[in-house]
């Protein structure tokens, strides 16, 4: 009896070392951090600060600092990481958007920082920071990439110093990075729950019923292994917003995950798909690229309020790439409804609509979409600005000059004889996509609201118009 009862206390005792092993550690929060307003020429303001006007829609933007000591972890494939080093010191930088009390509709979203080509880029905000003020949600940026907080360094000295995440050149990698993105979510306070005395409330009161992730492109596949190495051991966000890239995710655990992918995204994704589940749903967007029109112009909007200059200047760069660029497909609409579907799911155990891949014509020796006879991919969710087609929108390109062309996708415009071949009245173009947009809002690919704006330009555009 003596032996057993000792057994179970050393399994107990491994059980607790193993769980203390697992959990986030705590950090400490920093601020507000007092900010100069964008564009004053102190650069004692937030770097990526909303182009989105939170003011006049009641919302308040705050910069914080956040510090610890994170762990390193193991990155087994599909497998629960461990931990391979501890006490490493990180200071970063979060920026959070949040309504007043009244409005806010308990939901948080958690955007990893996306820093390919430099610097930092909210780059979901652009897509759904409208979407989000609309709605009531609160809305937490991080920087969790070492590569960010240099370009915010060199920008401003002054304010951004002190961050490092790499315990003084320690740790490559990004190897805290998660720990850092664990550390947000777990400073945020839910239903219940309050801030220990002497420390600081991000969302100044707000409670979170529900918390979600999100990150596009290079952070969706950071969110990705976080999602199959760390957020296990220690889960933090209810759901998981994967955008634009990241490999296959487990799908073992509680945790809600919902991958959207515009067409730039399934070249290297869709010869291995991966099917949908009870706690993982993809779709597909048809004609749209990573970096669309609306990336270009949201991130247009970012670089001029940075620097003091009018918005209303926003206009897309010339990339110098093969093809015109930017897909005039919207992205952001079905990007909008999943989010939507996703708290819904989360709250209420209701599954995602599911929806058509995007079609392969061949596999080997390279993989080729089906495509119509304007060049079109055949397939995945269709817009009406897809399938009522006025232009040939794609999600590839390619440069020489500019290695980000082929994010860009590509828009030519059809000549006036495509377009009068295809749609010989205004009232048979305006009456097609408004077919297209009804069954889009009845599938559950659209929102309302992207639906009455949708028909109203097709009502206003000159096609078909003689």
């Not at 897509?127 to 070492?146: K, W």
């Not at 720990?179 to 409670?207: H, W, Y």
């Not at 209420?348 to 061949?362: G, H, I, K, N, T």
């Amino acid at each position: 009896m003596q032996k057993t009862n000792l057994s179970v206390s050393l399994l107990l005792g491994m059980a607790l070392v193993k769980s203390s092993l697992a959990a986030v550690p705590d950090a400490e929060i920093i601020g507000p951090i007092e900010a100069d307003p964008p564009g004053d020429p102190s650069r004692n303001s937030i770097y990526a600060a909303s182009a989105i006007e939170l003011t006049a829609n009641g919302y308040i933007e705050e910069e914080f600092f956040i510090e610890g000591d994170g762990n390193q972890y193991s990155n087994p494939e599909l497998e629960s990481g461990t931990i391979i080093g501890s006490n490493h010191r990180y200071r970063t930088r979060l920026i959070v958007r949040r309504p007043q009390e009244e409005d806010f509709n308990g939901i948080v979203i958690v955007e990893w920082i996306n820093v390919t080509g430099g610097p930092d880029k909210d780059i979901d905000w652009w897509y759904s920071g409208s979407h989000f003020v609309r709605n009531g949600y609160a809305y937490v940026a991080v920087s969790a990439q070492q590569m960010g907080i240099d370009t915010m360094k060199e920008w401003s000295p002054e304010r951004y110093g002190s961050l490092d995440i790499t315990h003084d050149g320690m740790v490559g990698g990004d190897g805290l990075s998660y720990d850092i993105f664990s550390s947000v979510g777990k400073a945020i306070n839910r239903v219940g729950e309050s801030t220990p005395a002497g420390g600081v409330d991000i969302l100044d009161g707000l409670k979170a019923d529900i918390i979600i992730a999100t990150g596009h492109s290079q952070s969706a596949s950071r969110l990705a292994l976080y999602l199959n190495n760390i957020h296990p051991l220690d889960p933090i966000y209810d759901g998981v917003m994967v955008h634009g890239g990241g490999g296959r995710i487990r799908d073992d655990q509680s945790t809600k995950i919902f991958k959207v992918m515009a067409e730039t995204d399934m070249v290297r994704r869709a010869a291995t798909p991966q099917p949908n589940t009870d706690t993982f749903v993809q779709w597909e967007v048809a004609g749209t690229s990573r970096a669309d029109y609306d990336f270009e112009i949201e991130y247009s909007k970012l670089r001029l309020l940075r620097d003091g200059l009018p918005l209303s200047q926003a206009q897309a760069r010339d990339a110098g790439c093969e093809l015109p660029t930017h897909s005039r497909i919207p992205f952001r609409d079905p990007f909008n409804a999943a989010f939507e579907h996703l708290v819904k799911w989360i709250k209420d155990d209701v599954r995602p609509p599911s929806a058509e891949p995007l079609q392969v014509a061949r596999m080997m020796p390279e993989l080729e979409f089906a495509r119509d006879e304007n060049g079109n991919i055949l397939g995945g969710i269709r817009l009406a600005e897809h399938a009522i087609a006025t232009a040939k929108n794609t999600g590839m390109n390619s440069g020489v000059t500019n290695r980000f062309c082929f994010l860009y996708g590509s828009h030519e415009p059809f000549n006036a004889e495509v377009l009068d071949n295809l749609y010989p009245s205004h009232e048979a173009y305006v009456e097609a996509v408004t077919e297209v947009v009804r069954k889009n809002l009845e599938d559950g690919y659209i929102l309302p609201y992207a639906a009455e704006r949708t028909i109203r330009e097709a009502e206003a555009s000159s096609i078909g118009r003689r």
